[in-house]
């Protein structure tokens, strides 16, 4: 039998089939599944139907077997049983902090691993999820940067961090119970700030997204989902239009000589470029406003001129400014702003007409806070100075 699995591309290897055998349905988008049904025997005029039937088995009740999909016959749900599976990845170990974070380490094809959090808060439930494992960006604030970048997550495992947690919190509905906003909504939000650049992974996260706002599944609106990026500038606009979630900015400084130095892609996309990308988005997106996010680093971004100089900056943007106190991990390079500075720079901001919220560190005590993200099989298993020799730093 020929293989009909999608092609993938891994980081820094060459394009390679999936090895033969079943097909994982999970990642799949409603066309991509549609053409996989028929190229396995599904006959054409009913896999639209089909692929309606299972997707809300999937994605609208959690169900990982075929033969509970009872409105399929028995027949086709043992044909199914034999050609596909539904897979997502595994938790290898949860955590659980003193606030109620939960941190997932999750394993995927080929042993590798990476990081969830999910945040409990009383009005929403936000997962903060992975699309890399490792990052190529190096910012010299965040644990993840001292990883060596493995490869681009698929749609399959990015989506699957999402099954996984709402099997964790048992939130499934039950069928009947109705699915999506009428269901259960313990994980209301999703946010892309975990391990990696998901606009270096852009199709797979698409792809991804497209599954989690999907109103006969996950049913998450697009303002529900917010994507963080360092600032790879040609596909901000590709975001706006594919994806059109929310955006977050990972900005962090004021001028080009720190932010080169902070997060090193503003050596080849510096901050009028990136702000020039970023002027089109909430139109061309319809988001209300974009969110930059601001660590806070003593002696290095937090001085009243550098408060200044952002709202300077980003005059006429629609914007919110998220501050975050500087979450610190072992062997890092900076320390936390002082809280009192840390306000002042919130008051500059926000009497210059910007809400401007100081983001509350949550799980700290299991690593789990901002920045902090990285697979504990690769703290274990290598040094920074380990990682840096092989990246030829």
């Known amino acids: 039998m020929t293989n009909t699995a999608p092609i993938t591309q891994d980081v820094l290897t060459i394009p390679r089939k999936l090895p033969e055998g079943p097909v994982n349905i999970v990642g799949l988008t409603r066309d991509r599944l549609r053409e996989v049904l028929i190229a396995h025997g ?51 170990n949860r955590e659980i902090s003193a606030d109620g974070t939960r941190k997932y380490l999750v394993r995927i094809a080929g042993g590798h691993e990476v990081e969830v959090v999910y ?11 992975s699309s890399q494992v490792g990052c190529t960006l190096t910012c010299s604030f965040c644990h993840t940067g001292t990883q060596k970048l493995v490869r681009n997550l698929t749609a399959g495992e990015i989506i699957g961090q999402v099954m996984l947690a709402r099997d964790d919190l048992d939130e499934w509905p039950t069928k009947g119970q109705g699915f ?22 852009f199709d797979n996260v698409r792809d991804a997204m497209k599954i989690a706002m999907d109103g006969e599944g996950i049913a ?3 303002r529900r989902i917010t994507l963080s990026t360092s600032g790879i500038v040609p596909e901000i606009h590709k975001t706006a239009e ?41 139109k061309a997106s319809n988001s209300e406003r974009i969110t930059f996010e601001y660590v806070m680093l003593k002696d290095v971004n937090d001085s009243d001129e550098d408060a200044r100089r952002l709202v300077k900056l980003i005059k ?19 320390q936390r702003s002082d809280w009192e500075r840390i306000e002042r720079f919130a008051d500059i901001v ?44």
């Open 350 to 393: 926000y009497k210059a007409g910007y809400a401007s919220p100081i983001r509350t560190p949550r799980g700290e005590d299991i690593m789990a806070a901002c920045g902090q993200l990285k697979s504990a099989t690769e703290r274990a298993r290598k040094s920074r100075k380990d990682i840096e020799a092989e990246a030829g730093l």
């Open 242 to 282: 594919e994806i059109g979630c929310m955006l977050a900015v990972s900005f962090h400084a004021t001028t080009d000589e720190v932010r080169d130095k902070l997060v090193p892609i503003n050596r080849k996309w510096n901050i009028a470029a990136l702000l020039e990308a970023l002027r089109d988005y909430p």
């Open 119 to 129: 945040i409990p808060e009383t009005d929403r439930g936000t997962l903060c999820i």
């Open 180 to 201: 999506g906003t009428e269901g259960p909504r313990l994980l209301s939000n999703i946010v892309l700030m975990g391990m990696g650049e998901p606009l270096y992974n």
């Open 220 to 222: 998450l609106s697009r």
């Open 42 to 92: 599904t006959p054409e005029k009913q896999a639209r139907m089909r692929v309606n039937q299972i997707w809300q088995w999937v994605y609208g009740w959690g169900v990982r077997d075929f033969a509970e999909m009872t409105n399929l016959s028995k027949a086709y749900r043992a044909e199914l049983a034999e050609k596909f599976v539904i897979q997502i990845p595994e938790i290898v």
């Open 316 to 334: 006429g943007i629609p914007a919110k400014i998220n501050l975050i106190p500087f979450n610190e991990w072992p062997g890092a390079p900076h």
